[in-house]
């Protein structure tokens, strides 16, 4: 039998019955108990970052967590349209693909912070990092891709920081 999180009755016994209904569920769930551990290895490795490199900001820190809160709605989303996907597993699809976020993140922040890693995965991850950059340079309203040289109009006006209302 392999052990659980709910077969150590040490741990399992002193929580409350709603606490063990989820620790039992994210036994079934790999792939979010995964996801779940990298984003708090992340945060972690993100504010150690931010003190080696003296740019830690609870700014920056609040957007960085508001996307994790982001990643799992959308894993929620995901969950709730899966029966209606015609047998298309969306929770699992967008699990991986925030899963291995993470790991992207953690690397990337290792790499910032000093920390000795591979040339190779040094240099795969400076050409993601460029490639998602460029990406974004072209991507348009939804995420939908445009041809190179292609600006949308917003209808959102920005005011200035001279500009005041009264």
């Known amino acids: 039998m392999t052990p659980t999180l709910t077969?150590?009755?040490?741990?399992?016994?002193?929580?409350?019955?709603?606490?063990?209904?989820?620790?039992g569920w994210l036994d079934t769930q790999p792939i979010i108990?995964?996801?779940?551990?990298?984003?708090?290895?992340?945060?972690?490795?993100?504010?150690?970052r931010a003190i080696i490199?003296?740019?830690?900001s609870s700014t920056i820190s609040w957007r960085g967590m508001s996307r994790k809160v982001i990643m799992l709605l959308m894993l929620g989303v995901a969950a709730v349209l899966e029966p209606l996907a015609g047998g298309i597993p969306l929770s699992k699809l967008v699990g991986i693909f925030y899963t291995v976020t993470e790991a992207l993140s953690i690397l990337e922040n290792a790499a910032a912070s000093?920390?000795?890693l591979p040339r190779a995965l040094v240099e795969t991850l400076a050409k993601l990092r460029e490639e998602g950059h460029q990406k974004q340079l072209r991507t348009g309203v939804a995420g939908i891709i445009l041809p190179p040289g292609t600006h949308v109009k917003s209808s959102l006006t920005?005011?200035?920081?001279d500009d005041t209302t009264k």
């Open 7 to 23: 077969s150590d009755p040490f741990i399992f016994n002193g929580m409350p019955a709603y606490a063990k209904w989820f620790v």
């Open 33 to 48: 108990t995964a996801l779940l551990i990298l984003m708090g290895l992340d945060i972690a490795v993100g504010i150690c």
């Open 53 to 56: 490199t003296k740019t830690l």
């Open 114 to 116: 000093g920390v000795p």
């Open 158 to 161: 920005v005011p200035k920081a």
